[in-house]
């Protein structure tokens, strides 16, 4: 009865659900085929909603209403002030929601509610207002020119967007690539990730109510093999900026090249590096590398997966790593207490216990946790391994799961040595007291970005993107506006034609 589902909704602290169907040219609509299909809630493994099934036709219209909002459309031609004020509306919309809104992704993706809460939406909203203040700050150089020309650069918006984002962090992956393409004049569609497509049709409906003018901001809810090849493969979508594994992120890279070489940006995975040197307070660094290791249960680009301790400390944090990892709350993530909820789906779940079983049969020692937890959900112990080796999988793959490998260096010389050994190069960690080791360090280590004595320190003013297979272009900071810009160069004789 609809009495026992509410209570049941209550319990579990779910919003009501109010958007899931297709949001284009400002319409929420049902998708072509009619099709929809369910997002499940990784605590019970039940449906949390039906959501639009978008597919290529959909993809069409959208790409075609962005297309007009784009080429013949207001948002393009409006001043970077008219911009600025929409955004900072439709940020302030957002700060009216968060709740709602954090119900959403801590529902379909089981992230921390608190965390999702009190930091994650509202820096969402910072990072709109952050683009908003660019708006009316973009323009081009005056050059210097060789001969008697004036040349001057403009910075134009590169056109329709297609954003394609995953599930681990659903409104901050909107918003890094979302805001800054806002600001650039773009207009875009955005394919959320199939397992977390709820707080992105929201978002669609708060940019319509901030004044946002229909066909700038798409969403087309559906899978990636259909919805999200078909963007990246449109003839009429100029640049896709993307965000997910190397594996999808060389599809769209493929079909990019094969359709009309739009622009791609790619922002990959990463097995990225911590390096504990033996100045370090042990217990500061034991902390700092469990939340590299394990937040968001390890469903985070940038986890520090491979933990590289120094001989002297080696011992002591092997062992206090085990007592803190032990003492890690896991539950429903809707209670303050927990400090990391069940993985996405069953497919990642499944993925993280094979590459666990595979650690341990590569001869890997498993330190602490290892198996699931829970009666129902999906849920699995921090996990760490000792004795590894670059060359087993566990040290090479991404597994996006709460699963880090401990390895023992001797020297500076090594651990840079060690630290690059991998086809990645999203971000590395340091901790050291030592100004000397941290300087070389972060010169020698080839990933995007560095944290020395902190990790995951994101800021929005920051650039942030990869190296080597974790991908190119940098989301937020203004190199995440450029991106969206392109550079056009206009010249004019200054006395008479030399043509
Ligand atoms: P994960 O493996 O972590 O789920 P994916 O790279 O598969 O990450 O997914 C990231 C995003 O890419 C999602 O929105 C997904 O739907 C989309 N995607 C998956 N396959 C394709 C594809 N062939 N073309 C375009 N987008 C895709």
Not at 403 to 429: C, D, P, W
Not at 462 to 470: E, L, R
Request: charged share 25%; net charge negative.
């Amino acid at each position: 009865s609809e009495g026992n589902d509410s209570s049941e909704r209550q319990k579990l602290r779910l919003p009501e659900i109010k958007f899931t169907r297709l949001f284009i040219n400002g319409e929420f609509v049902d998708a072509v085929s009619g099709k929809t299909f369910e997002t499940i809630d990784p605590r019970t493994g039940e449906a949390l909603a039906s959501v639009a099934e978008g597919d290529k036709e959909d993809v069409d219209l959208a790409v075609k209403a962005a297309r007009e909002a784009f080429d013949h459309g207001r948002w393009p031609r409006m001043s970077g002030s008219e911009r600025r004020k929409i955004m900072m509306k439709f940020a302030d919309l957002i700060d009216r929601h968060v709740e709602e809104l954090a119900s959403l992704d801590c529902a379909d993706a089981g992230k921390l509610f608190t965390h999702t809460k009190f930091l994650e939406i509202p820096q969402c909203a910072e990072n709109i207002r952050y683009f908003a203040g660019a708006a009316d700050k973009i323009h081009g150089e005056t050059l210097k020119m060789s001969r008697e020309l004036q040349g001057y650069t403009l910075r134009e918006p590169i056109g329709v967007v297609g954003h394609i984002i995953p599930w681990n962090f659903p409104s901050t992956m909107f918003f890094f690539k979302v805001s800054p393409a806002l600001a650039a004049g773009c207009t875009m569609v955005v394919k959320p990730a199939e397992q977390s497509p709820l707080s992105a049709l929201y978002y669609a409906h708060l940019a319509k109510e901030a004044g946002v003018p229909d066909g700038v901001l798409n969403v087309i809810t559906g899978f990636g093999p259909t919805a999200g090849a078909a963007l990246s493969s449109h003839m009429d979508v100029d640049k896709i900026s993307f965000t997910g594994s190397t594996e999808v992120g060389r599809l769209v890279m493929e079909a990019a090249a094969k359709s009309n070489l739009k622009v791609v940006s790619l922002e990959l995975g990463g097995k990225s590096p911590l390096m504990v040197f033996d100045d370090a307070d042990v217990d500061t660094a034991v902390e700092l590398a469990q939340i590299a290791a394990f937040y968001n249960k390890g469903e985070i680009c940038v986890a520090g997966s491979r933990v590289y301790v120094q001989e002297g400390i080696y011992d002591e944090f092997v062992r206090k790593s085990a007592e803190k990892a032990k003492s890690w709350k896991i539950g429903d993530p809707f209670d303050p207490q927990v400090n990391q909820g069940p993985q996405v789906d069953k497919k990642q779940f499944e993925k993280i216990l094979s590459y666990i079983d595979l650690g341990k049969r590569e001869g890997a020692t498993l330190l602490t946790g290892g198996k699931p937890c829970g009666d129902k959900g999906l849920y699995i112990e921090p996990t760490i391994f000792t004795d590894v080796k670059e060359e087993m999988t566990i040290a090479k793959d991404e597994i996006f799961g709460p699963v880090m490998s401990l390895m023992k260096f001797k020297t500076i010389e090594e651990v840079i040595e060690r630290a690059n050994q991998t086809r990645y190069g999203l971000a590395a960690g340091i901790v050291t007291t030592d100004l000397n080791i941290a300087n070389r360090v972060s010169r020698s280590v080839r990933a995007g970005t560095i944290w020395i004595n902190c990790y995951m320190a994101f800021d929005r003013d920051c650039p942030f993107g990869g190296f080597k297979m974790s991908g190119f272009g940098k989301d937020i900071g203004m190199a995440g506006l450029d991106k969206y810009l392109l550079c056009k160069s206009v010249v004019t004789p200054i006395y008479n034609s030399p043509w």
